[in-house]
């Protein structure tokens, strides 16, 4: 393997960091309804050589356009709460994305959108996996619907969802943020269920209002971590009035 040569600070001493972000690139999968994707030339290194002559430092620069609900991202309390107050991505605590966390496997339980997770079921993984949720940490779920179903249609249209109940035991336990690699924390039956004006639909969305709990959706390479516990590290941008951002989403490991 070529050695990088970007020096490694000794904070990361016997750790490794996990990217757990899906890359952001034109054309890339985008929830129904949202921005696409766009990503454009705004300057090059020809057009910067043409405009300084001799032997220049040239530059290049991107245009990009995307949805704060975009790529790997975090929902703000205000995508899903209207009320005064209701804090904006900018206006929400950096502690809440940079916590302790799991990943609970859970890809024996949903495997398509008529899938729902039950607090049984994640309950009974978390206790077979060994692990415990504590107050303040974040719970990643894998699907692997990223790993099945990236970049087709069934990943904007099939993937399952938690139910009332398990999301509701999440945040019994003080969790702060939900983590899943799917486009949504609920299944996508509830796009159909919200167009024909089905109560409650949106449930584990429903419970993250009530509750104050933030989600983060679209994750990638949760595969790599499930079962483990790790530090998770999500930071959003400081969108003013944003009701999300995306995320580079990692999780720091124990190199063993």
Avoid at 172 to 179: A, L, T
Avoid at 223 to 245: C, H, M, N, Q
Wanted: include cysteine; proline fraction near 5%.
């Amino acid at each position: 393997m070529t050695e990088s040569p970007f020096p490694r600070s000794a904070a990361l001493d016997g750790k490794e960091i996990i990217d757990i972000s899906t890359e952001i690139y034109e054309g890339m999968p985008v929830y129904p309804g949202h921005q696409r994707t766009a990503i454009y030339d705004m300057k090059t290194h020809e057009e910067t050589k043409d405009r300084y002559g001799e032997d220049p430092l040239t530059t290049a620069t991107l245009g990009v356009i995307f949805s704060d609900h975009g790529p790997t991202h975090t929902d703000a309390m205000n995508h899903i709460d209207s009320t005064d107050g209701s804090q904006s991505i900018e206006e929400m605590p950096l502690h809440m994305f940079y916590t302790d966390a799991v990943c609970v496997d859970v890809s024996d339980y949903i495997r398509s959108s008529e899938d729902y997770l039950s607090a049984e079921q994640l309950q009974d993984q978390l206790e077979e996996d060994g692990l415990e949720v504590n107050t303040g940490e974040t719970v990643l779920l894998y699907t692997g619907h990223w790993n099945r179903n990236w970049d087709t249609y069934e990943w904007l249209y099939d993937y399952g969802g938690l139910t009332r109940e398990a999301t509701q035991w999440l945040a019994d336990q003080g969790v702060v943020n939900i983590g899943v690699d799917a486009p949504s924390i609920d299944s996508s039956v509830e796009m159909t269920r919200r167009k024909n004006g089905e109560d409650d639909d949106y449930p584990a969305h429903r419970v993250c209002k009530e509750e104050r709990v933030t989600n983060t959706e679209n994750l990638t390479n949760l595969d790599k971590v499930a079962g483990e516990r790790f530090l998770y590290v999500g930071i959003p941008l400081p969108i003013r009035d944003g009701t999300g951002s995306p995320v580079r989403a990692v999780a720091i490991t124990d190199d063993e």
